[in-house]
């Protein structure tokens, strides 16, 4: 069966033009006009989009005692409703378990529990004999990206064992990801509030000051110099570290840099209301001059994407210590839905072209994790993951009308120009005109097209 979504405006990151786009067994075969199908979908007076990729998720996060309120089923389903049909999400190992079998296991837990298509990366945990095997294993899963943390006990890696891993991955033709704060600093600062009675949620964001990112990032680029193994900056939320960023890229290293909507639309301030709590997340939101620095980011090219590290707490799970001790509040808050309508709604305030906006949400993430050509793309042979965007739209943010999980939202109230009207996953219609039509999960992993570059 044919299907064409006719009459709307097409938003590549090389250009905008107006098109039907004509689809056949999941695959788009033509970007013209005058095609004849089996199905129209009315695409008049809207934007047709790649599907996003989302490149950093958390469904059904485990963190001590919590579990992420959003599963790989109904967060995929708020995914859809965000424009989202690719998302990246991550296979921690257990104490003592291989990496490939950590990633079987995540895999299984997603298989046939996901309404968008999904890929895995994996996190080293630690420094062992069999390493360099099980990273083989994980490459003959078609897995090449590899998550390295330098906070949380049970997570980070020292310095020495970075360079071993980093050295490990280049060889073997990978890259890593890495959450860049230092642990240490963050450690005695922390101890030193909670010594003091200091248990308000502003705590947490004096406990993560800028420099802590910042000292990690410069530390980091200068290994990443010395292996050459290419290397994916989360959640960047200083001015300090992009600048770094920006000069490692101007050098030539293979650096990339994601920040997340939170840093670029709320500021430390939100820690000293009376629900502060609810907004603990790390890296902590940072000042405006931050905040400022990374729009800047963005429009001088040094920001590659923007993920959401969408990991919701509900407002119970985040209050149960909220009184007497913010190191113990769950980090982590929603975002995968409200995306793409607050970074549209600002980049019709900047007269910002959408080409730079689709570039990061979708074409720059599926290039720098391999999921091109399949992925980030409307053009023929690419996987017909369509969006039909109202630019028009007007409404605000409210929790009780999203779909994520979780009975809170960072951005209550904000008002937002344009809204999701109609996805397709694949060629398959998953919501149509705001409606929900999907009746099964059929997101599938997501085979690696090329090499990460």
């Known amino acids: 069966m044919r299907v064409v979504v006719k009459d709307g ?10 098109a039907d786009i004509l689809i056949e067994h999941g695959v788009i075969i033509g970007v013209g006009k005058n095609y004849a199908a089996d199905t129209e979908i009315e695409a008049r007076n809207c934007l047709v989009l790649p599907g996003l990729v989302d490149p950093h998720v958390h469904m059904g996060f485990k963190s001590g005692e919590f579990i992420s309120s959003d599963d790989f089923e109904s967060g995929t389903r708020a995914a859809a409703y965000g424009g989202v049909t690719t998302i990246i999400d991550f296979a921690v190992p257990e104490k003592e378990e291989s990496l490939d079998t950590a990633l079987s296991r995540r895999l299984q837990e997603a298989a046939g529990h996901c309404y968008v298509d999904y890929e895995i990366h994996v996190a080293i945990t630690c420094v062992r004999d069999s390493l360099s095997a099980e990273i083989q294993k994980c490459l003959e899963q078609g897995v090449s990206v590899f998550r390295l943390y330098t906070v949380y006990p ?18 073997m033709g990978g890259m ?18 909670l010594k003091e009675a200091a248990t308000d949620p502003y705590s947490h964001y004096l406990s993560r000051p800028a420099f802590v990112e910042e000292e990690t990032v410069a530390r980091l680029l200068i290994l990443q110099r010395e292996t050459g ?70 429009e001088l090219g040094v920001v590659d994407t923007i993920g959401t590290d969408h990991c919701p707490y509900t ?23 409200t995306t793409l309508p607050l970074l549209f709604t600002e980049w019709q305030r900047r007269g910002w072209p ?3 906006l689709v570039a990061l949400v979708s074409y720059n ?25 109202d630019p028009m739209h007007e409404w605000e943010i409210r929790a009780n009308s999203l779909h994520m999980n979780v009975d809170w939202n960072p951005y209550e109230g904000f008002k937002c120009i344009g809204k999701v009207k109609t996805v397709l996953l694949r060629g398959e219609v998953i919501i149509e005109e705001g409606e929900w039509k999907s009746k099964a999960c059929i997101g599938q992993k997501v085979t690696t097209g090329g090499k990460n570059v």
């Not at 119970?316 to 769950?330: C, G, I, M, N, S």
């Open 176 to 193: 890593v990801r890495v959450h860049a704060e230092n642990a240490s600093i963050i450690e005695i600062k922390q101890n030193r509030f």
């Open 9 to 18: 405006i097409v938003v590549n990151p090389t250009g905008c033009f107006k």
């Open 315 to 337: 407002k119970e799970q985040k209050a149960k210590y909220a009184l007497y001790d913010f190191t113990r509040v769950p980090n982590g808050i929603p975002g995968i839905e």
């Open 229 to 298: 193994c290419p290397i994916y900056f989360n959640h960047i939320s200083t001015s300090a570290a992009l600048q770094l960023i920006q000069q490692a890229k101007a050098k030539g290293q293979r650096v990339y840099a994601e920040t997340c909507p939170q840093y670029l639309f709320l500021t430390a301030d939100v820690y000293q209301k009376p629900n502060g709590f609810l907004y603990l997340v790390s890296p902590a939101f940072k000042s405006e001059e931050d905040r400022k620095a990374l729009w800047r980011g963005i």
């Open 354 to 356: 959408l080409e730079k």
């Open 154 to 171: 049970e997570l980070k890696l020292d310095e020495g064992d970075f360079y071993i891993v980093m050295s490990l991955v280049k060889d």
């Open 365 to 389: 993430p599926s290039r720098i994790f391999g999921l091109l050509p399949r992925k980030g793309l409307i053009q023929p042979g690419a996987d017909a993951d369509i969006v039909v965007f």
